[in-house]
Structure formats: C-alpha cells, structure tokens
C-alpha cells in the first residue's frame, strides 16, 4: 500500500483509528487544528509506547524527533530525540517519505500509510503502519506532528 493524504481506511489498525478518533475530538472548532496543549498523555494510554511526536521546523520545513515512543526504540530505530529525520531515512525512499511529512504539515490532513519500514531498525518486522497527524499551536499553522505506529511481524500480527 502507499500513502495517503487523508484519514485512516476501514481496515486500519484500532490503535491508529483511536489516535485519529481523539485528535479529531480535540479541534477547537471548525477548520481549527488542535495544539499539543490539547493532547493529554494521560488520555492515550496504551497508545502513548506506539505515539512519537515530531517538530516542524523552518520554511521549507524540517522535520525533528520530539518524543519517541517506548515501542519505537524497541524496535531498534537509532533515531533520539533532537534528529531530524531525513537523517534517518533509507536514500530510497527520502523522497516519498520527507514528501509525505512536507504533506501532512502543508495540507493540514493526515498522512496515512501501511508497507515496508524506510528508517532502518534494528528489529526485524514485516511492515509497519502509520499516521501522521498535525497540531498547530495557533490552531492553523502545524508545528507538531502527532504520529502514530504500529508494527507487524511476518504473519500479521501486531509486534
């Protein structure tokens, strides 16, 4: 499967229909994104080991690691806090990848994607599915991107 700008298909995972579910709840009001103020860690929990939370920074916009979840350093990304992630991305797929982050920030909608990881891990999986959700501490310009993974193994289950 490829990306995709916009919400989650019938057939996502229920951890990625949840964060997407809450982020909707929590816009301000019509046309109005919601700020990191407005996402509670408390709120997500069991979501918070698969939640990862990445600035938008500079014009054109860069993005960086701002909060990585317990269940993405299990699964071995080298990435830490304070990267940026085109650093992290596999050469092959920079482009589609940092083109789909550039997406979510600018179209203000979310990025949705299901297929083989692009940042190298540690652990092996089969694939991985993802969702990129903007925050915008204005409620229009994004400046956070609220993602959300899941991994799977060789036989589809959840890892």
Same mark, same amino acid.
């Not at 204005?138 to 959840?158: H, P």
């Given at each position: 499967?490829?990306?995709?700008?916009?919400?989650?298909?019938?057939?996502?995972?229920?951890?990625?229909?949840?964060?997407?579910?809450?982020?909707?709840?929590?816009?301000? /009001?019509?046309?109005?994104?919601?700020?990191?103020g407005d996402i509670d860690p408390v709120d997500?929990?069991?979501?918070?080991?698969?939640?990862?939370?990445?600035?938008?920074? /500079?014009?054109?916009?860069?993005?960086?690691?701002?909060?990585?979840?317990?269940?993405?350093?299990?699964?071995?990304?080298?990435?830490?806090? /304070?990267?940026?992630?085109?650093?992290?991305?596999?050469?092959?797929?920079?482009?589609?990848?940092?083109?789909?982050?550039?997406?979510?920030?600018?179209?203000?909608?979310?990025?949705?994607?299901?297929?083989?990881?692009?940042?190298?891990?540690?652990?092996?999986?089969?694939?991985?599915?993802?969702?990129?959700?903007?925050?915008?501490?204005?409620?229009?310009?994004?400046?956070?991107?609220?993602?959300?993974?899941?991994?799977?193994?060789?036989?589809?289950?959840?890892?």
């Amino acid at each position: 499967m490829s990306a995709s700008v916009t919400g989650p298909p019938a057939t996502a995972h229920r951890k990625i229909v949840q964060l997407y579910g809450y982020w909707q709840k929590k816009a301000p /009001g019509p046309g109005l994104l919601p700020a990191r103020g407005d996402i509670d860690p408390v709120d997500l929990g069991v979501l918070l080991p698969n939640v990862w939370l990445v600035d938008v920074v /500079g014009d054109p916009p860069r993005f960086r690691f701002r909060l990585i979840g317990g269940a993405v350093s299990k699964m071995g990304m080298p990435a830490k806090v /304070g990267d940026f992630v085109d650093e992290f991305v596999q050469a092959e797929a920079k482009a589609q990848t940092m083109a789909e982050f550039a997406a979510a920030a600018r179209e203000r909608l979310p990025v949705w994607f299901r297929g083989p990881a692009r940042m190298p891990y540690e652990t092996k999986m089969f694939e991985l599915e993802r969702i990129f959700l903007p925050l915008a501490s204005d409620g229009v310009r994004v400046d956070i991107l609220l993602c959300l993974t899941v991994y799977y193994s060789l036989d589809g289950r959840e890892i």
